[in-house]
């Protein structure tokens, strides 16, 4: 074969080869899927995809509990259809006040959670498929615990133990301290590892009010003539 007909060949080979590596679609894995943000204000959950590429959801359970209620698992189906490509948000509303597309109610997921997430005790995993909640190889994408002043709670870290095992939570008696100024935590840990524990968050606090800064003598006199002069004003143009 003529060796140019031959380099020809081989370079549109090459070329088709690359397109078509181009169009496969990469996958994330998993524990790309992480909690990025609770707010306790208006009860939004942020699922974030810190992965390179697109990761479905179906067959993925949440798992919540507090200090009145263990072990409330989402619906089995409720995340299916749902998928995060990379760098993408799913926030879920705990209020079921979703209005854009890439937020959920809780009712819409199904099954159960712990009552309305607040600033804790409480604690939450996300679950991958084929989910297997207990036992030597629990499959936890994510998890994170938070209460105030960071107090452990023995009713709380239900599933506390099979974040640890899993490598997701450094140790299950370590929270997130809150208090009663915050609005939310947020995972400041970027880019983030698998394994998180409580200094890895920092905590969303409610705006300062503006500060309330007296005005200094020259302007409350400029002010008090400017009144004046328009009082005076006022007054010449009624007797006219």
């Known amino acids: 074969m ?14 088709l080869l690359i397109s078509i590596l181009i169009s496969i679609p990469s996958f994330a894995v998993p524990t790309d899927i992480q909690i990025r943000s609770v707010n306790f204000n208006t009860g939004v959950l942020e699922l974030y995809n810190f992965g390179a590429g697109i990761e479905a959801l179906d067959g993925w359970r949440f798992c919540s509990h507090d200090e009145d209620e263990v072990r409330r ?6 995340l299916n259809g749902q998928s995060l490509a990379s760098n993408e948000s799913l926030f879920v509303h705990f209020n079921n006040d979703a209005s854009a597309a890439n937020e959920i109610n809780i009712s819409t997921i199904g099954g159960a959670f712990a009552s309305n997430i607040d600033s804790g005790p409480y604690a939450i995993q996300i679950y991958f498929a084929p989910v297997a909640f207990g036992g030597a190889s629990p499959t936890v994408a994510d998890h994170v615990q938070w209460s105030i002043d960071g107090i452990d709670n023995s009713s709380a870290d239900e599933r506390s133990d099979e974040a640890e095992i899993s490598g997701t939570w450094t140790d299950q008696s370590l929270w997130v301290a809150t208090s009663a100024g915050q609005i939310g935590i947020e995972l400041a840990d970027q880019p983030p590892a698998v394994e998180h524990g409580p200094t890895d968050y920092i905590a969303i606090e409610l705006p300062p009010e503006p500060a309330n800064i007296p005005l200094p003598i020259w302007a409350l006199l400029s002010i008090a003539a400017i009144l004046s002069a328009v009082t005076y004003r006022s007054g010449k143009a009624k007797k006219v």
């Open 73 to 78: 698992y989402s619906g089995s189906s409720g």
């Open 2 to 15: 003529n060796r140019s007909i031959f380099s020809k060949i081989s370079l549109a080979a090459t070329a």
